[in-house]
């Protein structure tokens, strides 16, 4: 695949996705275009950049009048490019899919604390391989990655949260419309990001309550740790940044290296963001989960001093205010979960609901529209399961789980 300009586009070439537009054009459909015009509407149409297929490139140069042989797939107009939003399969299709990935992600990260704690190297090419896989399964349906993220399990925080940071952030990169190339990086350094944790003592790492200076000191570490596991790795520039600088600030209060400003990429300024968000969001032995409104309050708050405040309304578009995965109540009492977003609708995603904050009883499980025209209902509040003693883990098992 080859990333140009629009102004690089020539007749025959095949678009494969739109990687940077002003305007907000959707279309259904990869292709080719098959004349100037064709291109000339893409450019009216906001679009700077494009992905393409340099294999797939006809030769149009004895067809002056842009016809087509009746067995090559061309289509009629253009742009023919599918939307960053488009979804190729359903979330109950991609679900298992999804849930095999985090397996294998999660065997992955258990294999690599155990080579790393024998003196042997990372494999590499496996963490690109998963990286690469979440990426698929993002582009197909997001939902089912981003669900699985929104649905922690207490005791697992050191192997949830590196893959949950991954999901996310790949979610936002797709959202931002990076280069394929440029977000494999960045999900890889994600996945990896907290790897030099395996060099902290045992017994600061899992300190149930707040640790002393000197300890959190030698838990700092744990990011200079990562960036030099990764970078003996030979992994790229971008995935050494967002793996060992994450923790870094724009005021110059982060570490390991106190960056400020313009000594942080954009990527490592949204790995600050995802990683932040996906620590509030986790319940642990010392803390409460938050619910994302309040995650993202806490954010907020911290931005311009600490966060990216442009990327940090980004990523709040992308991933919205009640995230797939999330518990909410609506305004008729029932509560469910989100199981799909509507990114042009943010406020009416589909909930799968399952109880009933009226009667607090279970209800027959029911998914809710709120985008449907004759829908009345709406989203009321963002809640925490244990506010109704709901065992979310289970509803998604039961209920999700095709």
Known sequence: MKSISIEELQPGMFVVSVLEQTGSVQVKTQGWVKTQTSIDRLAS????????????????????????APDTPLQDEAPVVKSPWHKSTSMSAEINQA???????????QKTFADLKAGNPIDVEAFK????????????NQDALSCIAMIKEKDAYLLEHSINVATLITIFAKHLRLDREVIEEIATGALLHDIGKIKVDDQVLNKPGKLSDSEFEQMKQHAQYSFDIVSEAGLSEISCQVAGFHHERLD?????????????????????????????????????ALTPIQAFKILREDSPRHFDERLLNEFIKCIGIYPVGSLVKLKSQKVGMVASSNPEQPLKPIVKVF????????????DIDLAEKRCTDELEAAIKPEEFGLDLIKFFKHSVLP
């Open 45 to 68: 149409a906001g679009i700077l950049r494009v992905e393409v297929d340099p294999d797939k490139m006809l030769d149009l140069s004895n067809n002056q009048h842009g016809i087509t």
């Open 99 to 109: 849930i095999k990935l985090v397996a294998e992600a999660k065997a992955l990260q």
């Open 129 to 140: 391989e998963v990286a690469t896989g979440f990426i698929d399964s993002i582009f197909r």
């Open 252 to 288: 110059g209060s982060g570490y390991p290296k106190g960056l400020s400003n313009g000594e942080i990429s954009d990527f490592v300024r949204m790995a600050s963001i995802v990683d932040v968000f996906d620590a509030l969001t986790a319940e642990r032995v010392y803390k409460k």
């Open 355 to 366: 109880y009933s904050a009226k009667t607090m009883y279970h209800i027959a499980v029911e």
